[in-house]
Each structure stands twice: as structure tokens, then as C-alpha cells.
């Protein structure tokens, strides 16, 4: 019988065709169909298609019954331009997998053939291709789905590749993993004018700019400090390029950055009441919206266990980090809903950071993650 090794080339062809054809979230109904063929090779108990969207779960099941353990990856890619002239670049233009998402389904794919080949002695376990992740919308559009509430697992992991840290180390961390983020939209509507006469209407530009120094001061950029909080403008836009019209109306955009959920929504409620306070004083009518909203992943540390026992047990390195990564990621849905766990897997010190135009997922890691993937589900589903 083949072994993982051996299987990798097929892992790796895989990878690259996903590569060269990427799609954006909410879209990715061609690379669920490419998923679909290969796990039919694989012959799971049974394939269920559609979850949130494009989404598909594999269920391995044993004739005992036991834990149901759930691992996770990524159909969707970025909107954006690969200027890599490798063989296996994107064909599409303006779309690329610049988060490794399609290194992360060739794990997932290559768990599937593990579980086709060495079936749970006990329990379940599911392979979860999760649609829209990258917009934040993905996680809540599973576990909207009816499909998904069948599943009902014990445990939940997912891992995400880490350019900057030694090829195959596992990096991990109790509690918070990545950040819990979120986004505002301030829009703001007063009265159009005359630029010689602007005293004839209500302009935004001092309340945008007083909305931004105020939202300055309730910065904490220190990760490390339990009060850590950032805020980054993201976008601003006031009137019209029409020299002689004082602007009516404008709008400035944030994402904002916290260590955990229950400080997230403190931050929040704080944000809100400067901004409509800002709107008040300049006498203007204001909209307050919130999008592509990230739970912060805050690691279970019976799960974590599972990921460090794992690690050792295949001899892989392991790290242990003493603070979140700032970045978001919507498996933190799951981590509020079920014990689990996100770790990190390096992708090398010297690749090309995530969401950059010249990133490519290295397929040195493919088999690592597999392997960790691997022991944690027996390690579950044996236990007693």
C-alpha cells in the first residue's frame, strides 16, 4: 500500500491546479467541483455538497461509535494580481491564492486519503471545505445551514500556514490565536453649499477629522498588553471634485483590532458613542455599520494539548507563542461554538508574506500537516 510520501506528488499536482484557478468567496462553485473529484477517489461514508454556499463536508465514519472531530480549510482565494511566472500561476486575472488556501484544501485532501486508507477504529471524523472565509462571511453561512447542524462534532481544528517561521514548525498557543477584528463604516450627511458660501450649509471635514483623532487616542498597538487595541484607517471619501461646492456628505472607514471577543465588543460600543457624538456636535446626520466581522479564535487548551502531542509524537518542532497573531480568521466561529484549536504551520523564514502579489504556498509543508491532521484525529477518536 502507498504511503503518504508517495502520495504527495499527487497532493502537489493538486495544489497547482487549484492554484491556476482560483476564485473569490462566494464564488468558488468550479474548485468545490475539483474537491468533490478527488474526494470520490477517497470514497468517504458519505459527501455532503452545498453547505453555506459552495461548502462540502467528508464524513469518515467507524462502525463504533466515538468522538466526532471536525478539521477545516479554505475554498476561497484573493482579489488579487499573482506576479509569479511559475508554470502553475493563476489563470485568472486579478484573482489569486495569496493566503495559501489552496495548500490548506491539498492537506485537507491528502487527511481524506490517510482516512480512506486507515478508517477511524472508533468515532467520526469530518473534512470541512469552508467557503468565503477571507470576507468573514463563510463560517456564519455554514453554521446556517442545516446540513451543517447534522454534523454535531466533539472537537474542531483548522491550521493556517505561517511565512516568517521555519519551514514545518507547529506553532501554538492557548487561548487567543488570532485577533478578533472588525470593520466600521461612519457615513455622514449634512447640507451641500456654495464653496464661497459655506457657512450656507454643513460640511463633514472637521467631523471626519475629529473622528479620526479621537479613534487615535483609543489605540493600544502593543499586542502584548492586555488592553491592546487597534485601529487602522482604511478609507475616506467627502464630496465631489467640484471646486466650487462645499461637500454635503462623506463617509471613513476602520478596521479595528482586539485580543479577545468580550474586549471587541466594549471597543465597539466605544467607537460607536465618539462617533455619534462627533455627528452631533457638527450637527450631522449619521449611519454607523459594521462588516467583515472576525471572532477572535480562542484556542481550547485540552484541544492545544492534542496539537502539541501530535507534533511530538511525528518529532515535528514546536513553538509555543506568547501572543496572538493581529490578523483575522473566521474559524473563530468555531471556537466559540465547539472546543478546538488553530494552530500555525511555517511556511519559511524567507517566503513572501501572506497577501502578498508574489506569495505561493510551499509544498514542502503539505505532508507535515497532514501528519499533525492525522494523529490528533486518533488521538480523539481512540480516546476512551
Known amino acids: 500500500m502507498e504511503n503518504l510520501h508517495q502520495r504527495r506528488e499527487a497532493l502537489i499536482l493538486l495544489r497547482k491546479e487549484l492554484h491556476r484557478n482560483p476564485e473569490v468567496s462566494g464564488k468558488e462553485s468550479e474548485t468545490a467541483k475539483r474537491i468533490v473529484a478527488f474526494l470520490e477517489k477517497k470514497l468517504p461514508d458519505e459527501i455532503i455538497t452545498e453547505i453555506g454556499g ?4 467528508a464524513v469518515y465514519k467507524s462502525k463504533k461509535a466515538g468522538k466526532t472531530v471536525l478539521f477545516r480549510c479554505e475554498l476561497d482565494a484573493l482579489p ?46 469530518i473534512l470541512l471545505f469552508q467557503p468565503a472565509e477571507e470576507d468573514g462571511s463563510g463560517a456564519q453561512k455554514v453554521f446556517s445551514d442545516p446540513n451543517f447542524a447534522l454534523l454535531k462534532p466533539d472537537y474542531v481544528f483548522a491550521l493556517h500556514n505561517l511565512p516568517g517561521f521555519p519551514k514545518n514548525q507547529v506553532v ?33 471635514a472637521l467631523a471626519i477629522a475629529s473622528i479620526i483623532n479621537q479613534f487615535d487616542t ?6 502584548s498588553k492586555e488592553d491592546y487595541c487597534l485601529i487602522t484607517p482604511i478609507y475616506t471619501e467627502m464630496g465631489k471634485k467640484a471646486y466650487g ?47 467583515e466581522s472576525f471572532q477572535a479564535n ?8 492534542h496539537i502539541r502531542n501530535a507534533a511530538k509524537t511525528n518529532d515535528f518542532e514546536l513553538f509555543e507563542k506568547e501572543t496572538p497573531f493581529t490578523w483575522g480568521e473566521d474559524f473563530g466561529l468555531f471556537t466559540q461554538q465547539y472546543p478546538g484549536a488553530m494552530f500555525g504551520l511555517g511556511s519559511g523564514i524567507n517566503t513572501p508574506a501572506l497577501h502578498n502579489p508574489d506569495y505561493d504556498f510551499p509544498d514542502d509543508i503539505i505532508c507535515t500537516g497532514i501528519s499533525v491532521f492525522h494523529k490528533i484525529s486518533k488521538q480523539i477518536t481512540n480516546a476512551h
Open 245 to 291: 461646492v462645499s461637500a454635503g456628505a462623506g463617509e471613513v472607514h476602520f478596521t479595528v483590532r482586539s485580543s479577545s471577543n468580550s474586549k471587541m465588543k466594549k471597543i465597539e460600543a466605544r467607537l460607536e458613542k465618539l462617533a455619534q457624538a462627533i455627528a452631533k456636535e457638527y450637527q450631522l446626520e449619521y449611519n454607523i455599520t459594521w462588516t
Open 54 to 57: 459552495a461548502g462540502i463536508a
Open 172 to 204: 501554538v498557543k492557548n487561548d487567543t490565536f488570532t485577533c478578533a477584528v472588525n470593520s466600521i463604516i461612519i457615513k455622514l450627511n449634512g447640507v451641500t453649499a456654495h464653496a464661497g458660501e459655506p457657512q450656507k450649509g454643513i460640511n463633514p
Open 298 to 305: 480562542e484556542n481550547n487548551k485540552e484541544a492545544v494539548d
Open 80 to 125: 488579487i494580481e499573482e506576479i509569479n511566472i511559475f508554470e502553475h500561476r493563476s489563470l485568472i486575472k486579478g484573482v489569486s491564492h495569496k493566503c495559501g488556501h489552496d495548500g490548506h484544501m491539498a492537506i485537507l485532501c491528502g487527511l481524506a486519503a490517510e482516512l480512506y486508507y486507515n478508517k477511524p477504529e472508533t468515532g467520526t471524523v
Open 218 to 223: 483609543v489605540i493600544q498597538s502593543d499586542i
